[in-house]
């Protein structure tokens, strides 16, 4: 099949959610027929703890996951079902809504903050599993260094090794790639799978076209079954996300994402007369 191309390049717009977090919304609503079964990516970059200390006070999800990955920083979180803890350095978090969560993220104060927040969907199925917490910590990520890059291992497989998760309902490869300056990364990856990369320092180019991508870019590479990235100057780190597509409806209300808007009513009804969690 050959390697896949640059479809589509999303830098996203600067937004303000939770009570009051200035974040980078790469990927959102818009992007959401490209990006499935991805709903959204939130990037985090900051050496300026106004931009995030409100945080993300008590709020509701239903019918997703999300996972929080994070580079540097220290995000304290509680959850409904009695979770409570922080995620630290090079430690990710993978929630899975289900039926029904009610959680707070509060980003602490550091010299810098840096990581990003998936949303990955549920197929029509799982929307109403059972909600599940896993505290994904720096030793239970894989490393595998080849001379010229390092990859993390989140979640899935590559090469010999296995990411602590896999994901249990969409099959999920996630991976934070670090490639030296000027070198070449290469990799088999599943021709039916959505695919992209978030760029988070350096740049690189990752088709055959001579177009450098800069970095805080989400890139979208489609048709083929390897992909061939070479890092820039300054060498490239990126977070390689991969999943099949459900292609099933989407009906959005802010914190919950189910299939038809009966669905999403009945989520705010449940909310509204405390039956959210059950
Ligand atoms: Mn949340």
Sequence with gaps: MGSRKVSKIVGGAVQYDGAGVKLVRVIGKADVHDFDPFLMLDAFDSQDPADYVKGFPWHPHRGIETVTYLIHGDIEHGDSLGNQGSILDGCCQWMTAGRGIIHQEMPQAVDRILGAQLWINLPRKDKMTEPAYRDITDDMIPEV????????????????????????????????????????????????????????????????????IPSHRAVLLVDGDEVTIVAGKEGLRFLFISGRPLREPIAWGGPIVMNTREELHQAFKDLDEGNFIR
């Design 145 to 212: 260094t080849d001379g010229k890059s390092t990859v993390r291992i989140i979640s899935g497989r590559y090469r010999e090794k296995v990411g602590p998760v896999q994901g249990d309902y969409v099959k999920t490869l996630y991976l934070d790639v670090r490639i030296d300056p000027e070198g070449t990364w290469h990799m088999s990856v599943d021709p039916e799978a959505t695919l992209f990369c978030y760029l988070v320092s350096g740049s690189g180019r990752f088709d055959a076209s001579d177009s450098v």
